[in-house]
């Protein structure tokens, strides 16, 4: 079993900008990707921003530009900074990894979710 730890969420004006945290621990072979999915209010959770365990990014297009994920492979760590936020920002944010197994194939975790409030 893998643990998630988020941090970073709160409250900000819209142009503003926050950093969440995600360190994951426990048993893990190797972390394929970690990412940050978005829950707005009354919607879907979606899937925002990923990296890859070689670093590669990939963003959904309501965040590019805006936001940059990043991970540290040392310590399983990873961070989404985000930049000139909007209220449509306004959301539950959950780390989320995909985990290689040592005997073979995949597995996802999320965290538990930290709120992201933007006002105008």
């Known amino acids: 079993q893998v643990q998630l730890v988020e941090s970073g969420g709160g409250s900000v004006q819209a142009g503003g900008s926050l950093r969440l945290s995600c360190v994951a621990s426990?048993?893990?072979?190797?972390?394929?990707?970690t990412g940050w999915y978005r829950q707005a209010p009354g919607q879907e959770r979606e899937l925002i921003a990923q990296?890859?365990?070689?670093?590669?990014?990939i963003y959904d297009d309501s965040v590019k530009g805006r936001f940059t994920i990043s991970r540290y492979n040392g310590n399983n760590t990873a961070w989404l900074q985000m930049n000139d936020l909007k209220p449509e920002d306004t959301g539950v944010y959950f780390c989320?990894?995909?985990?290689?197994?040592?005997?073979?194939?995949?597995?996802?975790?999320w965290g538990r979710g930290t709120q992201v409030t933007v006002s105008s």
């Open positions: 989320w990894v995909n985990v290689a197994k040592w005997n073979g194939g995949n597995f996802q975790q």
């Open positions: 426990g048993s893990i072979f190797r972390l394929d990707a």
């Open positions: 990296v890859l365990i070689n670093h590669y990014t």
